[in-house]
């Protein structure tokens, strides 16, 4: 069955760096878009990033573009986000996702993982 495991969560400082990793199973990321999202306390979810299974292309909120890169290795069916830079508001649950369409739209994505803790503070 169709599976997403997320990975690379830790603690870090203001201005660090942290790299997440989404294991997809079941499916090959040619199949589907591939999205990350994160939920800070108190908060709704925040699409950050997503990488068409098509082409390639990717998208990025305007909070993290130019800090976050996301990338693929079909080799190891698994999706990156390097995040740099990383600021207080930054911590959240970071989730990966798979969808059909390729939009940072939480609705529009029917596979997710089980969530990594990313918290950034001195």
């Known amino acids: 069955q169709v599976q997403l495991v997320e990975s690379g969560g830790g603690l870090v400082q203001p201005g660090g760096s942290l790299r997440l990793s989404c294991k997809a199973s079941?499916?090959?990321?040619?199949?589907?878009?591939i999205g990350w999202f994160r939920q800070a306390p108190g908060k709704e979810h925040e699409g950050v990033s997503c990488i068409s299974g098509i082409d390639g292309s990717t998208l990025y909120a305007d909070s993290v573009r130019g800090r976050f890169t996301i990338s693929r290795d079909n080799a190891k069916n698994t999706v990156y986000l390097q995040m740099n830079s990383l600021k207080p508001e930054d911590t959240a649950v970071y989730y990966c996702a798979a969808g059909k369409f390729f939009r940072l739209v939480r609705g529009l994505y029917d596979y997710w993982g089980q969530g990594t803790q990313v918290t950034v503070s001195s």
């Open positions: 079941g499916f090959t990321l040619d199949d589907y878009e």
